[in-house]
């Protein structure tokens, strides 16, 4: 098949499906560092989902046990990294250096652990801290920013089309 050159609307798709990936991939790595960091500090390892689910949602969450909260917590980790890597990809839809990408996505990463988590969890009264440090949690975010900056590799290879299976 001939390389696809996405022009007008199917760029915009193109660009949004390449971040989404990103995005949830990023999300996965921070599911990780939460539940790691969950086990560091002596708790179970769904205490960070948990607490995340009971942050957002309230602790009528917790109501049906562990296990649905922490699948509830860990979708909204999801879903919410794959909004930030939508955004990031619809931001990143001009052809620019890895530099460049990598610091966007850096400030991407801060930019979301500081709205999330300094902001919005705060606000209602619930951090995440005790589940891992303030020191970590940025951390994590900034590694997330990382693979953000993974993004011009998605991008192209959904750029190229599907593949001739041989």
Avoid: K
């Avoid at 999300?27 to 205490?47: D, E, F, K, Y």
């Avoid at 693979?147 to 290879?157: E, G, K, T």
């Amino acid at each position: 098949m001939q390389p696809v050159s996405p022009t007008g609307r199917y760029a915009v798709v193109f660009s949004a499906l390449a971040g989404l990936e990103t995005g949830v991939l990023g999300g996965v790595g921070l599911l990780a560092w939460l539940c790691a960091g969950s086990l560091i500090a002596g708790n179970p390892i769904w205490w960070g989902p948990v607490r995340l689910a009971t942050a957002a949602f309230g602790s009528g969450v917790s109501g049906g046990g562990f296990l649905p909260a922490g699948v509830v917590g860990a979708a909204l980790q999801l879903v919410a990294a794959g909004l930030v890597g939508t955004l990031f990809g619809l931001c990143m839809r001009a052809r620019w250096a890895l530099q460049r990408v990598v610091l966007i996505g850096l400030l991407f990463g801060l930019g979301w652990y500081y709205l999330g988590y300094e902001v919005l969890l705060r606000r209602f009264g619930m951090g995440m801290h005790g589940v891992a440090g303030r020191r970590s949690l940025l951390v994590a975010h900034l590694f997330f920013g990382l693979v953000l900056a993974a993004y011009p590799r998605l991008a192209s290879a959904l750029d190229t089309g599907p593949r001739s299976g041989g």
